[in-house]
């Protein structure tokens, strides 16, 4: 009689285990439907000049890669510059924004002055622009000022950015290993954040900030679908993507991170019919629709 007793309660586990996998799996392949192909790429565009490997879920399951843990579980932005009330702003909404997206508690650093850049990684650009060598960035400033409960600490800087001398720019640079990356808002707003351009410039900031977090959690460049995760060469490619990260990269991102999705949908609709992102919010409204 025991025997039949712990042979029902063991049965009834595994039943219990893979009802909620094929649940957690079910969200996922109801909002690939959501999803919207990729069209074919132009000769400007990243995807034309860059050939990457497409990742699937198992390459990014085998990767090994930054995990929130119990001690290491924050978001830090690090904001480096002189900012105006805008900008501040911005950076605000971006902190609230990058809590929601990955579900994870997000913390601005106290701002550092542009003083911490020395000579030699600094340039003037062709259009006369004050740029820094966003590797020391990575390297030699945010590596040394990430904080012990760090999951990973994001630079946000108000000076233009490139990569390498041969580049004229770059609008985010990131270090996997080491948890580390910076973001540009220069190039957001033409050097010029008003409020006439604030929501496009914002836009871009959560888009870029996320994209880079991501690559910091494990996520490849997106070749499944229109994607917050593609790769891009310019301002125009990155105000075609969207926001919303596709079915693929939010499973990759919940298998790492284990939030409620529909806590996060409900959160992301809230942002977006806050800030004014009709677009956003319809891609949400979609996907939360096929889990209510």
């Known amino acids: 009689m025991l025997i039949l007793k712990f042979k029902f309660l063991y049965f009834s586990i595994l039943i219990f285990i893979f009802s909620c996998q094929n649940k957690e799996n079910t969200y996922f392949q109801s909002i690939a439907i959501n999803d919207v192909k990729l069209s074919r790429p132009r000769s400007s565009e990243w995807r034309y000049n860059h050939k990457e490997k497409f990742q699937t879920f198992d390459d990014f399951q085998k990767l090994k890669k930054i995990k929130p843990e119990a001690e290491k579980n924050i978001i830090y932005l690090q904001p480096i510059g002189e900012f105006n009330d ?12 990058l809590k929601i997206y990955f579900q994870l508690e997000t913390k601005i650093l106290p701002i550092i ?34 904080p ?101 990269c939010q499973y990759k991102l919940n298998s790492s991170l284990k939030y409620d999705d529909k806590k996060r949908l409900l959160e992301l609709k809230k942002f977006f019919e806050a800030n004014s992102f009709n677009a956003e919010l319809s891609r949400t409204e979609k996907d939360l629709n096929l889990i209510q």
């Open 86 to 97: 805008l900008q501040e702003k911005q950076i605000e909404l971006t902190k609230e924004y």
């Open 113 to 146: 002055s542009n003083e911490i850049f020395p000579k030699n990684v600094r340039r003037i650009s062709k259009n006369e622009q004050e740029q820094i060598l966003a590797g020391y960035v990575l390297d030699s400033v945010l590596i040394k000022r990430k």
């Open 148 to 248: 012990k409960d760090a999951a990973v600490l994001m630079g946000i800087t108000e000076k233009d950015l490139f990569p390498k001398p041969e580049w004229n720019y770059v609008f985010g640079l990131a270090s996997y290993q080491n948890g580390v990356g910076v973001t540009s808002m220069y190039r957001f707003a033409d050097g010029n954040l008003s409020e006439s351009n604030f929501n496009q410039s914002l836009e871009r900031l959560i888009k870029i900030s996320s994209h880079e977090i991501s690559h910091m959690f494990g996520i490849s460049h997106c070749l499944n679908a229109n994607c917050v995760m593609n790769g891009t060469n310019s301002l125009s490619e990155t105000d075609v993507h969207f926001a919303r990260a596709c079915s693929l």
